[in-house]
């Protein structure tokens, strides 16, 4: 079969790997030939390729980002997109495509299927680990390592200096890696879009924290996290080319905040892109392989439609209709009775 692949959204540690296992299994074990496209979508309307064979992917396990390029953009946001990408997959013989994406290159993926009928199939991607229908997805485990290594680090100058440190880590809609990152790294605090933060009650933690000896401490807040309403006010937002509210900053007002009401020496960390860059972690790797085995392997079972997945142990399918549109909000159990616990 000629098979082509495009990588979609934000760069994540793992993509190589994915793209590696591709070509591997496709190659050495179907004899397919695999096509890859360049800068995800674009790649596609302009028939833009290189080949993915499993002597060019030596070397790129280790290697973060992606040797495809990715942007962020649809077929569906020019009048002759949708034309232009079947004329590409008619033209050049290809039997299927597999896109490696996060929300919103699946839900491009799903709705080019559904509209087209074309054999499509999804592999989810994203460190922030809030895609429905798997149990984890690639990126997002390196991603907390980075964080935590930057908040054990964090810990040192806090306590040197008797200083609060806030550290914002990214999550748009769900605070995954601020929960496990906060848990990991022993944060006094942690904030996350699913529960809407009072600042007054923060300040109470830290001032009793305080009282008991402990001046220093670390609060992770998610980029995406917010404060109860007649709280604080947030000012008002730019939005970008694709209608995603601009993200970043809700960590110098918190730390702002926390310095006005408490008196404490306050700083603010904007980790940003540093945690999706860099050596995916083994677990990644690992992970990531998988899913381009699996991704390649549903290719030839013809299971179009379908998105890649972990559940449990296995890796399986899941429709992709069934993952679109939603986002996958932070373990309830995992926040309120595990990592509240350890809140000041």
């Known amino acids: ?89 008619s033209d050049m013989g290809l039997d ?71 550290v914002e880590v990214m999550g748009r809609h769900s605070g995954w890696i601020a929960t ?35 001046f220093a401490s670390i609060v992770v807040v998610a980029e995406g996290a917010i404060p109860q309403e007649g709280t604080i006010a947030l000012a008002d937002r730019e939005v970008d080319q694709f209608g995603h509210i601009r993200l970043g900053g809700i960590g110098h007002l918190v730390a702002s905040e926390i310095g006005a009401r408490t008196g404490f020496e306050t700083r603010p960390v904007l980790l940003g892109h540093v945690q999706r860059g860099g050596t995916p972690t083994a677990y990644d790797r690992v992970l990531s392989t998988r899913f381009g085995i699996a991704a390649i392997d549903a290719v030839h079972e013809h299971a179009w439609g379908q998105m890649v997945a972990l559940r449990g142990d296995r890796i399986t399918h899941t429709p992709l209709l069934d993952v679109v549109g939603r986002t996958r909000a932070v373990d309830p159990d995992l926040f309120e009775n595990v990592a509240s616990v350890f809140f000041a």
């Open 180 to 214: 496990h990152a906060g848990i990991a790294g022993g944060a006094t605090v942690v904030l996350v879009p699913e529960h809407p933060f009072d600042i007054e009650e923060v300040c109470e933690r830290l001032v009793r924290r305080h009282r008991r000896g402990r």
């Open 96 to 166: 299927a495509l597999i896109v490696v994406g996060g929300n919103g290159s699946l839900s491009v993926a799903c709705k080019l299927h559904q509209e087209t009928g074309l054999n499509i199939i999804g592999v989810p991607k994203t460190i922030d680990n809030d895609i429905e229908g798997t149990d984890v997805t690639f990126g997002f485990n390196t991603a907390v390592q980075i964080a935590t290594d930057a908040i054990d680090r964090l810990h040192t100058t806090a306590e040197s200096h008797d200083r609060v440190m806030v």
């Open 1 to 89: 079969m000629r098979v082509g692949v495009l990588t979609g959204g934000g760069d994540c540690p793992g993509l190589n790997a994915v793209l590696r296992a591709i070509a591997r299994k496709g190659e050495r074990v179907y004899g397919d030939e695999i096509v890859g496209f360049l800068d995800a979508w674009d790649g596609v309307m302009e028939r833009r390729t290189i080949p993915l064979t499993i002597e060019g992917m030596r070397g790129s396990l280790p290697k973060g980002g992606t040797v495809l390029g990715t942007r962020r953009g649809s077929p569906f946001d020019r009048p002759d997109g949708v034309d232009l990408v079947t004329a590409t997959m």
